[in-house]
């Protein structure tokens, strides 16, 4: 089990292990100091949604208290700046890769590609990504008005800045691909409806859900810091 060590490396946690005392890299979860170096941990998908997307599909899910008996506010962001596309990264003394502004988020799935990585200014034009990555097809959903986590809870500091989840759309022998039509997650193929938890919850594929695909939402300078030829997917590749 993890801790945090205090120290950062290209602006990104370290942390450390309490049963062997080796460092770990956040974004990459590889140990980069002690016994375990070079290790890897093995990502899981955990993906970021609004509440109402996971109460919506969730109705009895459990939601983490803010009681933890600690006196920290949970409403300020510990770091300022980072929902600012001009923004600069606390404490990032390496070069700023110039394809993207520091703080553009992205989709990053390393776990079936290393580096490749999907803008978020990519929705804004492509709201659905039907995409194959090496041998792996996937379908990234978007939801833009998920707020950032940076800005506090019921407050008015909070800036919009979407969410995403990636699926494997091959479901039952066929593969899925999907559109959005009047705000609805559709597939063409049977027309069934599904949520951002990848659900389908009307329509013939009705009960049946998709696997998930693990990846995370990074910011572009860390990205392209751990990742320096990224293969970045923009409205351009999918001729937009």
């Known amino acids: 089990d993890f801790g945090t060590s205090g120290n950062l490396r290209k602006s990104d946690l370290i942390m450390w292990d309490r049963q062997i005392d080796s460092w770990w890299q956040q974004l990459t979860g590889e140990a980069i100091v002690g016994e375990m170096t070079g290790t890897k941990l093995t990502t899981i998908p955990a993906p970021m949604v609004s509440w109402i997307d996971y109460k919506d599909a969730t109705p009895d899910g459990q939601l983490l208290s803010r009681e933890t008996g600690f006196s920290r506010d949970y409403n300020r962001a510990p770091y300022g700046g980072y929902d600012d596309l001009g923004g600069a990264p606390f ?15 992205v989709v990053g799935m390393d776990s079936i590609s290393s580096g490749v990585a999907y803008p978020f200014s990519l929705f804004q034009s492509v709201p659905i990504v039907n995409d194959t990555v090496g041998d792996q097809d996937i379908v990234i959903f978007y939801a833009p008005e998920t707020d950032s986590g940076f800005g506090g809870f019921n407050t008015d500091e909070a800036r919009v800045i979407g969410s995403t989840v990636v699926y494997d759309p091959n479901l039952n ?17 049977a027309g069934s409806f599904w949520n951002m938890l990848g659900e389908a919850f009307d329509g013939e594929l009705a009960g049946e859900k998709l696997d998930p695909i693990a990846h995370a939402n990074h910011f572009w300078f860390a990205w392209a810091a751990f990742f320096p030829e990224p293969d970045l997917r923009t409205a351009e590749s999918f001729g937009s």
């Open 91 to 105: 404490l990032f003394a390496g070069q700023i890769d110039s394809k993207l502004p520091a703080m553009e988020r």
């Open 173 to 189: 022998g066929q593969k899925l691909t999907f559109k959005l039509e009047s705000d609805n997650i559709v597939d063409e193929q």
